[in-house]
Nanobody
């Protein structure tokens, strides 16, 4: 059974940091590019970051560039989203999603941003940035 499970969310003050984890089971993570998306109440789901199968290529939304870093450890079947300098507008439910691809080292930016291309999703983890 394919499963993605996010963890690491919580309440943090503005300027603080969190590390989200996305643990995969039931499939070989190595064959999948991973995307992170978020959705705040009353807002559309938005793309946050993506990482290639090998981890050598990453892509970020402009709103998080320079503050968030996506990484992966295929041996542990886990992808991470390191979030620094958090702002209240980062408050949302964060989801990881998997997309099988033949491309090992690179990622396509248009494809990475398109949520419809991801076949498997986690249940989400809530991040709240507030003083």
């Amino acid at each position: 059974q394919v499963q993605l499970v996010e963890s690491g969310g919580g309440l943090v003050q503005p300027g603080g940091s969190l590390r989200l984890s996305c643990a995969a089971s039931g499939f070989t993570l190595d064959y999948y590019a991973i995307g992170w998306f978020r959705q705040a109440p009353g807002k559309e789901r938005e793309f946050v970051a993506a990482i290639s199968r090998s981890g050598s290529s990453t892509y970020y939304a402009d709103s998080v560039k320079g503050r968030f870093t996506v990484s992966r450890d295929n041996a542990k079947s886990t992808v991470y989203l390191h979030m620094n300098s958090l702002k209240p507008e980062d408050t949302a439910n964060y989801y990881c999603a998997a997309r099988m691809t033949d491309t090992l080292y690179t990622i396509s930016r248009p494809i990475s941003r398109d949520a419809s291309g991801y076949t498997d999703w986690g249940q989400g983890t809530q991040v709240t940035v507030s003083s």
